[in-house]
């Protein structure tokens, strides 16, 4: 299948419910009940799984089996997005972890395992993992060619390309829920789906030899489902040591944020009880006057100016220049 030109809109693949119901068998990748049935991550399996399962036990029985539940396959549908063991472990209990946190407002979702889903997605393929030295390098592919190619040619794929394929053909969602999940209209994950199929035939010639959609569907189901069979299991961490985690994060950053908002108030009060309460003009910096007359008036006397002063007023007037008062 050729990709399409550009302004036009192409045939959509089926939309049905579910991989079964499209004629193809799910890969290892979907969540499994405990006979082996595969099932799809929906509201209404789910709430059965959990009555049987959990029933009316406490919040973190709820979260263990919901996480024994999918962490697995969420661990191999991560790997199959970024090639990287470390990074999709990392995705998985990062999602778990947000969904703990946020668990009040997981536990009422119409799909917790979809909630958890997306948020690995988005952690995922993520492009700051670019800067990470331990995520630069991709895990070694598979030894036999053809795993090896599909492998390749999923990761060649722009990331909405690879998630909305992984998630029509490999999770076995209908192509509404994919555009919802992936935050596009239903014909752009459409036109997605048919051009990343079309990149992938050209790595692959015998899912081109595939002339109708459902066919090409069921082929990439297959092949996807070899490809996680042909990787070890995942070494993820217990339950308890997510929600354990999760809980230690929070506490730290409320304790952060507490200790912000004290800074914050503190700085406030010093600022209240050190600024003025009135206003008061700054003094303008001096400055050199000029055009200003010298000063004038008497000059200062002289030494012998001073000393024939006292002399006159030490001696008395005699002679007949002044009138000296005679008493009687």
């Known amino acids: ?11 959509p693949p089926s939309t049905s419910g579910t991989s079964a119901t499209r004629g193809t068998p799910a890969p290892p990748l979907a969540v499994s009940d ?18 049987e ?21 969420l661990f191999r549908q991560t790997f199959l997005l970024t090639g990287r063991r470390s990074l999709s472990r990392e995705s998985v209990a990062r999602a778990f972890a947000l969904a703990w946190e946020r668990w009040p407002e997981v536990a009422v979702d119409r799909d917790p395992a979809g909630w958890v889903r997306a948020a690995a997605y988005e952690y995922a393929l993520s492009p700051w993992h670019r800067l990470r030295r331990a995520h630069r390098q991709l895990d070694p592919p598979p ?10 040619a999923l990761l060649e794929l722009p990331p909405p390309y690879r998630r909305t394929l992984l998630l029509y053909d490999g999770v076995g969602l209908d192509l509404p829920e994919t555009a919802a ?17 079309a990149a992938v035939a050209e790595r692959l010639p015998e899912l081109a030899e595939r002339p109708s959609p459902a066919e090409q569907s ?10 996680v069979l042909a990787q070890a299991a995942g070494t993820l961490p217990p339950p308890a040591t997510v929600r354990t985690d999760s809980e230690r ?19 406030t009060l010093l600022t209240l009880a050190t600024a003025p309460t009135r206003y008061e003009t700054p003094e303008s910096p001096a400055q050199r006057v000029g055009g200003v007359p010298p000063r004038g008036g008497p000059q200062k006397l002289t030494p012998q100016d001073v000393k024939l002063r006292e002399a006159l007023h030490a001696k008395l ?9 005679e008493a009687h």
């Open 53 to 73: 399962a959990v029933g009316p036990s406490p919040a973190e029985e709820a979260f263990d089996a919901l996480y024994r539940h999918s962490s697995e396959a």
């Open 143 to 152: 030894a036999e060619p053809g795993p090896r190619a599909l492998l390749d």
């Open 1 to 11: 299948m050729a990709p399409t030109e550009p302004g036009t809109t192409p045939d």
């Open 317 to 325: 007037a005699r002679g007949p220049e002044r009138l000296v008062p």
């Open 218 to 227: 069921a082929f990439l189901n297959e092949r996807l489902g070899a490809l």
């Open 34 to 51: 405990s006979n082996g049935v595969s099932t799809r991550p929906g509201a209404a399996a789910w709430a059965a799984r959990e009555t």
């Open 181 to 197: 999940e992936t935050e596009a209209s239903t014909p752009a994950a459409a036109s997605r789906l048919v051009n990343a199929r």
């Open 249 to 267: 994060k929070a506490e730290l950053w409320t304790r952060a944020a507490i200790a912000f908002t004290v800074l914050i108030i503190g700085l």
